[in-house]
């Protein structure tokens, strides 16, 4: 492949996908058809905790994020799980039809899960869209804004000395002179050739 990042030009978002019991960021959705209740997708990491709230509910909400949210909240859903971590007592929400949405958001959209692909790594969820709100009218941001601002966003500081090594696909930041053998971040599982050294 030439260059792979040509995907980042894909024009996506960043949302908080949250389900009754878990939820985790995500860039990955696309809204599949139009009318009063339009179909939206989500594709959802099979290894995320918040897939098998996905597979076990019915319900999932999609806060949408604007260029000016605070990045803890991309920080606690996007580099933490659920099994770990209640992300919930982190981050301000606010229910709606059973689902916390994130307060400080561009609004929510609430679907019904309706049909689901599974492949190798991900399944691709299905809603349909039954509830939506705009809380503010700021501009979304979008994958390609935070891959271009995440040092800054995260915060990825070397000043003490420490090398600081950044997975180019979901942001993840790890400290140390080099990668150990073998290495794959703990997040997206992508391999060291996928990290960007900073020092
Ligand atoms: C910017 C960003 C975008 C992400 N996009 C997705 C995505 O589209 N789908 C997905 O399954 N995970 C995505 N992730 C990873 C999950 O948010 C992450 O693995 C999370 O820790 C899973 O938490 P959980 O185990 O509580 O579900 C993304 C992470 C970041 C930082």
């Known amino acids: 492949m030439k260059n792979s990042k040509i995907t980042r030009k894909i024009t996506q978002g960043m949302y908080v996908l949250t389900t009754p019991n878990g ?3 995500v860039d990955a959705v696309s809204q599949v058809s139009a009318g009063d209740n339009p179909l939206i997708s989500v594709a959802v990491m099979k290894k995320n905790f918040t897939n098998e709230c996905m597979n076990n509910g019915k319900i ?5 994020l604007g260029e000016e949210v605070n ?4 920080k606690t859903f996007g580099f ?3 099994r770990d971590i209640n992300k919930f007592e982190k981050v301000k929400t606010t229910e709606v039809m059973g689902v916390k949405v994130v307060n400080d958001s561009l609004g929510y959209i609430i679907c019904e899960i309706v049909d689901k692909i599974e492949n190798d790594t991900h399944t691709l969820f299905i809603g349909k869209m039954i509830e939506g709100d705009v809380t503010n009218d700021k501009s979304p941001m979008s994958y390609g804004y935070y891959q271009e601002h995440k040092d800054e966003l995260l915060k990825v ?3 003490n000395g420490q090398t600081a090594w950044v ?3 979901c942001g993840y930041v790890y400290y140390g002179e080099m990668l150990p053998d073998g290495f ?3 997040i997206c599982k992508m391999d060291a050739s996928h990290f960007e050294k900073k020092n």
């Open 23 to 25: 939820g985790c960021m």
């Open 80 to 82: 933490n799980s659920m």
């Open 60 to 64: 999932f909400a999609l806060s949408v």
């Open 184 to 186: 794959l971040c703990p």
């Open 71 to 74: 990045p803890e909240i991309i």
């Open 157 to 159: 500081t070397t000043t």
């Open 167 to 169: 997975c180019t696909i």
